[in-house]
């Protein structure tokens, strides 16, 4: 497998060299600076590709060229949007940048309540806790259907926690809520985000699906003429939100989006710690199953709690199987290059997913929630040392 790492370009904490030095040899990255929706410049991807290459690195995987809303309602100017997203993926491919990782998730790019969750050894982890998205949902946000969202019990909880919040955490919360995290299209405001959920409630769940099979066959025949491979992300958490409709989460939205539009060019990224949030979901099956189809890997791990809740664990210890995921992994790799015929794409890149905020960085700024130096190089050197081991035995 190709390790690679995510970096969020120029203004990033951590430098080019330092991720060198972790040991990756492909970055994941994107042109931050783009506004959502306007087409990449070869100048901008080209020159973005020298400053990665001289450090010695090699821009492996674009995550992401963001989609923007309007194309996923159909409204506004989306039809011009998609002919600018059709130039990017060709603009991208002109430069030699090939794999794309895009999401299609309703209003807001993956959701946490707590960025500093607190564990036993005292380092952080990202949390999602349905008590406290609840309460912000029904009592902050005051969402039109709010309450018939939640079972009794989170409903009992949810009061509770809200009347026990101060000012200071109800603020918190909501910041972290939707606020805009690295990925995302921008920030929201509370009547903001009340008109965007409602326009994609409005639209349903086969609604919004049918509007990411539209937009895949307006790109994909693109893609598939440059070369390129767009790999769709899955819903984080992959669970409605705010009643919004979810069409990535499970492996029946795979195998839709994939029957949807076949073609070479449209593909999955696995990421274990999105699709592993729910427990109906089988990794090590999916990858067997979509394993062809799978062109991009996030490794993480989470434990799930029976409410829907989950933090973000070590990357070996967890509800996930991750060695049995890497196994699948690097037997369709092996299944690539035994009927390779001199194509591309036969190892996968995958890039350690998230990490723990440890000592060393608890008080650096810049350190984006998720996206520690430390964090991330401990889960690198944990997956690498699966990788390496049950290479021997898939390889024999």
Same mark, same amino acid.
């Given at each position: 497998?190709?390790?690679?790492?995510?970096?969020?370009?120029?203004?990033?904490?951590?430098?080019?060299?330092?991720?060198?030095?972790?040991?990756?040899?492909?970055?994941?990255?994107?042109?931050?600076?783009?506004?959502?929706?306007?087409?990449?410049?070869?100048?901008?991807?080209?020159?973005?590709?020298?400053?990665?290459?001289?450090?010695?690195?090699?821009?492996?995987?674009?995550?992401?060229?963001?989609?923007?809303?309007?194309?996923?309602?159909?409204?506004?100017?989306?039809?011009?949007?998609?002919?600018?997203?059709?130039?990017?993926?060709?603009?991208?491919?002109?430069?030699?940048?090939?794999?794309?990782?895009?999401?299609?998730?309703?209003?807001?790019?993956?959701?946490?309540?707590?960025?500093?969750?607190?564990?036993?050894?005292?380092?952080?982890?990202?949390?999602? %806790?349905?008590?406290?998205?609840?309460?912000?949902?029904?009592?902050?946000?005051?969402?039109?259907?709010?309450?018939?969202?939640?079972?009794?019990?989170?409903?009992?909880?949810? %009061?509770?926690?809200?009347?026990?919040?101060?000012?200071?955490?109800?603020?918190?919360? %909501?910041?972290?809520?939707?606020?805009?995290?690295?990925?995302?299209?921008?920030?929201?405001?509370?009547?903001?985000?009340?008109?965007? &959920?409602?326009?994609?409630?409005?639209?349903?769940?086969?609604?919004?699906?049918?509007?990411?099979?539209?937009?895949?066959?307006?790109?994909?025949?693109?893609?598939?003429?440059?070369?390129?491979?767009?790999?769709?992300?899955?819903?984080?958490?992959?669970?409605?939100?705010?009643?919004?409709?979810?069409?990535?989460?499970?492996?029946?939205?795979?195998?839709?989006?994939?029957?949807?539009?076949?073609?070479?060019?449209?593909?999955?990224?696995?990421?274990?710690?999105?699709?592993?949030?729910?427990?109906?979901?089988?990794?090590?099956?999916?990858?067997?199953?979509?394993?062809?189809?799978?062109?991009?890997?996030?490794?993480?791990?989470? &434990?799930?709690?029976?409410?829907?809740?989950?933090?973000?664990?070590?990357?070996?210890?967890?509800?996930?199987?991750?060695?049995?995921?890497?196994?699948?992994?690097?037997?369709?790799?092996?299944?690539?290059?035994?009927?390779?015929?001199?194509?591309?794409?036969?190892?996968?890149?995958?890039?350690?997913?998230?990490?723990?905020?440890? %000592?060393?960085?608890?008080?650096?700024?810049?350190?984006?929630?998720?996206?520690?130096?430390?964090?991330?190089?401990?889960?690198?050197?944990?997956?690498?040392?699966?990788?390496?081991?049950?290479?021997?035995?898939?390889?024999?």
């Amino acid at each position: 497998m190709i390790e690679t790492w995510r970096w969020f370009g120029p203004s990033d904490s951590i430098s080019l060299q330092k991720i060198r030095q972790a040991g990756a040899t492909g970055i994941v990255t994107s042109l931050h600076e783009v506004k959502t929706g306007d087409v990449w410049s070869v100048e901008a991807i080209a020159e973005r590709k020298r400053m990665i290459e001289q450090a010695g690195l090699d821009w492996t995987v674009i995550e992401s060229i963001p989609v923007h809303n309007d194309i996923k309602t159909r409204t506004g100017n989306y039809l011009q949007l998609i002919e600018n997203y059709k130039e990017s993926i060709k603009n991208a491919a002109a430069c030699g940048v090939y794999t794309i990782c895009y999401n299609f998730m309703p209003v807001v790019d993956w959701t946490r309540t707590n960025l500093m969750y607190r564990l036993p050894n005292n380092s952080h982890a990202l949390r999602f %806790e349905m008590t406290d998205f609840a309460a912000y949902d029904m009592y902050l946000l005051k969402r039109a259907g709010a309450v018939e969202s939640y079972s009794d019990e989170v409903k009992q909880k949810a %009061e509770l926690r809200f009347s026990n919040m101060n000012d200071d955490e109800r603020e918190a919360l %909501e910041k972290n809520i939707i606020a805009g995290l690295p990925g995302g299209e921008g920030s929201y405001t509370r009547d903001s985000i009340r008109a965007a &959920i409602q326009q994609f409630i409005d639209l349903g769940t086969e609604g919004f699906r049918q509007n990411l099979f539209l937009f895949l066959q307006a790109i994909i025949p693109t893609a598939e003429e440059v070369g390129a491979k767009m790999c769709i992300h899955p819903d984080d958490p992959p669970f409605s939100l705010f009643g919004l409709p979810r069409v990535v989460s499970t492996a029946s939205d795979a195998q839709a989006l994939l029957d949807a539009c076949p073609s070479p060019a449209n593909g999955l990224t696995m990421c274990a710690g999105s699709y592993g949030a729910r427990g109906d979901n089988n990794l090590v099956q999916m990858t067997r199953d979509f394993g062809e189809k799978i062109y991009f890997v996030h490794l993480r791990n989470v &434990i799930r709690e029976a409410d829907g809740s989950f933090y973000e664990s070590d990357h070996l210890d967890g509800d996930n199987d991750m060695v049995g995921l890497v196994e699948a992994l690097l037997n369709e790799e092996k299944r690539r290059y035994k009927a390779a015929d001199g194509g591309e794409y036969l190892s996968i890149p995958m890039r350690p997913d998230h990490g723990h905020l440890l %000592e060393d960085e608890l008080h650096q700024a810049g350190v984006k929630p998720g996206y520690s130096y430390v964090g991330r190089l401990k889960g690198l050197a944990e997956l690498r040392g699966v990788i390496h081991t049950v290479s021997r035995f898939v390889n024999h």
